[in-house]
Structures are given as C-alpha cells and as structure tokens.
C-alpha cells in the first residue's frame, strides 16, 4: 500500500527563522514528489514538482530535496514569515491513472506556525 | 482569472438527502479530480476525468456520482447523504500529461465543507 509519512506533525517557528520539514514516502512504481502549501481554509496550492531523477528544487524561499533511494524528501524554509503559517503536504505521484493523470498519495501534512 | 471554482463552500444535509457539488475551472484543463479530505487523513482521490464525457472511479468513489457534461465542469453527486460522507471536498484540475512526463500540477479550488447529520 503507497504511504507517505511526514514529520513533525506540527512546529512553530519564530519570524526570520529557518526550518526543515520531513517526508518519507512509500509509492510504487514512484514518478514524482510534490510539495502542496493549504492555508486554513483554503485549497492546497502547489510548491515544488520533482521526478526521481531530481535532487533538488526552489520556488523562492522554499527549496525542496529528494533522495529516491532512501525515499525521502525535505522541504526547506528560508527566512520564514507570517505567512509561511499553513499545513505543508508532502505528494507521491505514482501509476498512471487508467486513460492518463497521474496517481497521487498525499501525505497528513505538517502544520506550521510562525510567530512574532 | 478565477482558477477553480467551488460552489456552494458550505452545506449541511440531513441523512438520505441528495445534492451535487460544483466544479468549474477556467483553464482549460483537460484532467479534473474530487477529493475528499477527513481529519488526519491525506486528500483521497474520489472520481477523476480526462476529458468532456468521460469519468473514472478514484480509490473511494462509493456513494458519489460524477458527470462531465462540459470541459470547464465537473460535478459532483450525493444520491443519499450518509453521516460518514461529512467531509471538505476539493475539485482540482490539470494539464494531460505532455510527452509521456507527468509533472503537471494540480490546481485546487478552496473546496466545499459539508456536513451530514
């Protein structure tokens, strides 16, 4: 069964700090990882796409990593800032669905703070 | 430029009730999903389409229904609302895959929060 585990399940961090959120991942056959940013009640917003033959990726003050071989990830915030405060989803993407699109397994994700 | 388009963004049914949930999205996409998203579960994919007509069962399509009459429109329906469908759902959509490669994101619409008593 495909799984994806994230780690901490939450964090707070104070404003201008950096952090670092974990993903281990279980999906076969496995195509790419993804990164989703939700705010509180709002939809998941997409970060970072990485294939297997990736090793990293930035969209600004989000740098994402991926090692396939341990099957993990990371998604790394720079400079954090109030906004940054949202539930971060970690995303498989896996077989491809009967006439095309792409599988995805997504994480339980890790909640956020940033603070003053 | 709207994206994806959720109506209504709240509802509460009554047990054995029907509805039907509304999807709609302005960039031609060709892929267009359901999802549904419980308390300390990941989004489980409910039914999907790739194209004007055609509709695919997801990994917990029992209970819904799904059309997609027209390209920018995929709904979503309740036949009998059962406590256990109380849920926020979100509707997504994306570009085919292109040359074989399938790193298209997936754009969410802000999702319909419904509860079933």
């Known amino acids: 069964k495909n799984q994806v585990e994230q780690s901490p399940q939450s964090l707070i961090i104070l404003e201008g700090k950096n952090c670092t959120l974990q993903?281990?991942?279980?999906?076969?056959?496995?195509?790419?990882l993804r990164w989703y940013k939700q705010d509180t009640g709002r939809g998941p917003v997409s970060l970072t796409i990485m294939t297997f033959s990736e090793n990293t990726k930035s969209n600004g003050r989000y740098t994402a990593t991926l090692d396939a071989d341990t099957k993990q990830s990371s998604l790394h915030i720079t400079a954090s800032q109030l906004s940054d405060s949202a539930s971060y989803i970690c995303?498989?993407?896996?077989?491809?669905?009967?006439?095309?699109?792409?599988?995805?397994?997504f994480g339980t994700g890790t909640q956020l703070k940033v603070e003053l | 430029n709207a994206g994806v388009t959720q109506t209504p963004k709240f509802r509460v049914l009554k047990t054995g009730q029907s509805m039907t949930l509304l999807c709609a999205q302005d960039m031609n996409h060709e892929y267009m999903y359901w999802y549904r998203q419980d308390p300390g579960m990941g989004l489980r994919l409910i039914h999907y389409?790739?194209?004007?007509?055609?509709?695919a069962k997801g990994e917990v399509p029992d209970g819904y229904n799904v059309s997609r009459l027209k390209k920018q429109n995929f709904l979503l329906g309740l036949e009998s609302a059962a406590p256990s469908q109380t849920s926020v759902y979100f509707c997504?959509?994306?570009?085919?895959?292109?040359?074989?490669?399938?790193?298209?994101?997936?754009?969410f619409g802000d999702g319909t929060r419904l509860s079933i008593l």
């Open positions: 997504a959509s994306s570009y085919p895959l292109v040359n074989g490669g399938n790193n298209q994101p997936q754009h």
């Open positions: 993903c281990n991942y279980t999906v076969s056959p496995f195509s790419n």
């Open positions: 389409s790739v194209g004007e007509g055609t509709t």
């Open positions: 995303v498989g993407g896996g077989l491809i669905l009967t006439g095309g699109g792409n599988k995805l397994t």
